[in-house]
């Protein structure tokens, strides 16, 4: 890990919806150490700022993807950027998910929105891991069909025995699928809960909301795993901004077990 960001070109841009780009990225020169699913680096868009973004996928190699929505100044020039331009990289940073623990289990992923990105890599190393894990599962919520993350590559996940199931806020013209909270899509797949692993990345309240119907259904919380969020500034739990109860989100999360987490979902996110 280095604290000094290193450069880093974007080898290839793809829009993933109005708003969001995935930015593929290689070393200039020194690469940073090698990221795990769950943990993030710290990405600064020369002459604007930095901000905290979760890995998105794991290339060959020292190359990395990181998904970007764009909601401020630093990620709306990040979206803006084209291949062959330059950034600076620190990191890895934070916790990532505990694929041991999930080990022998069927996996069950949930996220809303662009809480996808950060579990994307969970998803890849399970399906190329498939005498490892159990049963896949996947249960994805946006707000219109048109803001779901990474479609085509849905339907590589089906097609490699991954039960994906999809509902959104507000359907569009030709919409069939389901239209809800994402929680309304537990009752849409066979799982057993004395042999599953959630891990669960979205808005708070969604995660708030998911993980009391997984626990009404006889999950137990050590089998949950979220990931959490606040305001990421340092990255090395120094400013004290990503502050969560006794935890640095930074340093200490943004993966928690829910056993951890449960007292501090409790504070509202300002």
Known sequence: MTTVPLPYRVTAVSAETADCVSLEVAPVGRALPEFSPGRFAMVYAFGVGEVPISVSAIGAGPRLVHTVRAIGAVTGALCRLRAGDTIGLRGPYGTGWDLEAAAGLDVLVVAGGIGLAPLRPVVRHVLDHPGRYGRLRALLGARTPADLLYGEELEHWRRASAQVE?????????????????????????????????????????????????????????????????????????????????????????????????????????
């Open 166 to 270: 999809v509902t959104v806020d507000r359907p569009g013209p030709g919409w069939r699928g389901s239209v809800g909270v994402v929680t309304t899509l537990l009752d849409r797949v066979d799982w057993r809960p004395d042999r599953t692993e959630a891990l669960i990345c979205g808005p708070e309240v969604m995660i708030r909301h998911t993980v009391r119907a997984l626990l009404a259904r006889g999950l137990p919380a050590r089998r949950v795993q979220v990931s959490l969020e606040r305001n990421m500034r340092c990255g090395t739990g120094h400013c004290g901004h990503c502050q969560l109860g006794p935890l640095l989100l930074c340093r200490d999360g943004p993966v928690v077990g829910y056993d951890r987490a449960r007292p501090l979902l409790a504070v509202r996110e300002l």
